[in-house]
């Protein structure tokens, strides 16, 4: 069993930054596809980055703003965003899925077995 728990949420400006990270427990983290996805009010949780080794793909809606980090030394995932928008606004939760082999990077909410309990990050106009 998998334990997250994500942090670094708070309250900022358009066009400022923050990093969110999310710390692990539980597994063999550098074995875990890992994951961020964000959820606004009224809307379906949503893609946001996924990061395998050191490999990521991003929603087209945040490339070039976010990056996704891991350091399995500290069995940690970060998301460092840049030039936040107000439609940036949203719960956003880390995921973990096993995935020891392949090349495939999940991207969707049902190919996740694990999720942290959300950092709120609101992004002010």
């Known amino acids: 069993q998998v334990q997250l728990v994500e942090s670094g949420g708070g309250l900022v400006q358009a066009g400022g930054s923050l990093r969110l990270s999310c710390a692990a427990s539980g597994g063999t983290f550098s074995d875990y596809a890992m994951g961020w996805f964000r959820q606004a009010p009224g809307k379906e949780r949503e893609f946001v980055s996924t990061i395998r080794w050191t490999s990521s793909i991003y929603a087209d809606s945040v490339k070039g703003r976010f990056t996704i980090s891991r350091d399995n030394a500290k069995n940690t995932v970060y998301l460092q965003m840049n030039s936040l928008k107000p439609e940036d606004t949203a719960v956003y939760y880390c995921?973990?899925?096993?995935?020891?082999?392949?090349?495939?990077?999940?991207?969707?909410?049902?190919?996740?077995?694990?999720w942290g309990q959300g950092t709120q990050v609101t992004v002010s106009s």
């Open positions: 995921a973990a899925t096993y995935r020891s082999g392949g090349y495939y990077f999940p991207r969707r909410v049902a190919e996740y077995d694990y």
